[in-house]
């Protein structure tokens, strides 16, 4: 069964900083890795998403990387700032059911003005 | 663009009790998906929609029922609540679905239901 792991599960770092939020999973076999955004009360957005074929994608400050063969991807926030502070998730699309994602549990980012 | 509508926003239940939480989406997706999130346990899906017509059950189906409605409607039912069901409930939307289609979900900002 994948298991999908994140870690720190908070973090909290000064404003300018860059840092780096971890996610590992059990089983290579996926489709993508798709990093996401929850702010309190809110929805999730969707941040990044790589393709098993790709190793990493980039969108402004954010950068995700993806290494399926050690089952880890990284999501590094360049100059941080107090409006990234929420809840970052991981999830996989698992290839024994399509589409479908298993999410880890997320990492509380806050960033300190 | 309202992207994924969830009706209500805030429920209470009783034990026993029954209720229908609603989704809808305005992006003409195929594919629709219902997940629970619960402290530290990340997301799980209950039941998904791959197409219009065409209903699935996810990780935790018990005590769940769903209807695809149409291609914009997606609604889970709770027949009889029970504490465990104590969550918070989002629905969730994407292109398409299917082995090796890369399609992020578009989530709504969820349901907090609270069974006593």
């Known amino acids: 069964k994948q298991e999908v792991t994140q870690i720190p599960a908070a973090l909290s770092v000064p404003e300018g900083e860059n840092l780096v939020l971890n996610c590992s999973f059990t089983?290579?076999?996926?489709?993508?890795l798709q990093w996401f955004r929850q702010d309190p009360g809110k929805g999730l957005t969707s941040l990044l998403l790589?393709?098993?074929?790709?190793r990493e994608q980039t969108s402004g400050r954010l950068n995700a990387s993806l290494d399926k063969s050690s089952g880890r991807s990284t999501l590094y926030i360049a100059a941080s700032q107090p409006g990234d502070s929420a809840t970052y998730l991981c999830?996989?699309?698992?290839?024994?059911?399509?589409?479908?994602?298993?999410f880890g549990a997320g990492t509380i980012l806050r960033v300190k003005s | 663009n309202a992207g994924v509508t969830q009706t209500p926003k805030f429920q209470v239940l009783k034990t026993g009790q029954s209720m229908t939480l609603q989704c809808a989406q305005d992006?003409?997706?195929?594919?629709m998906y219902w997940y629970r999130q619960d402290p530290g346990m990340g997301l799980r899906l209950i039941y998904y929609s791959a197409s219009e017509g065409t209903t699935d059950k996810g990780e935790v189906p018990n005590g769940y029922n769903v209807s695809r409605l149409n291609k914009r409607e997606f609604s889970l039912r709770l027949e009889s609540a029970a504490p465990s069901q104590t969550s918070v409930y989002f629905c969730a939307s994407s292109e398409a679905w299917g082995q090796g289609y890369n399609s992020p979900l578009h989530f709504g900002n969820g349901t907090r239901l609270t069974v006593t």
């Open positions: 089983d290579s076999a996926i489709y993508n």
């Open positions: 999830a996989v699309a698992i290839m024994e059911y399509g589409n479908k994602l298993v």
């Open positions: 992006m003409n997706h195929n594919s």
């Open positions: 790589i393709q098993s074929s790709q």
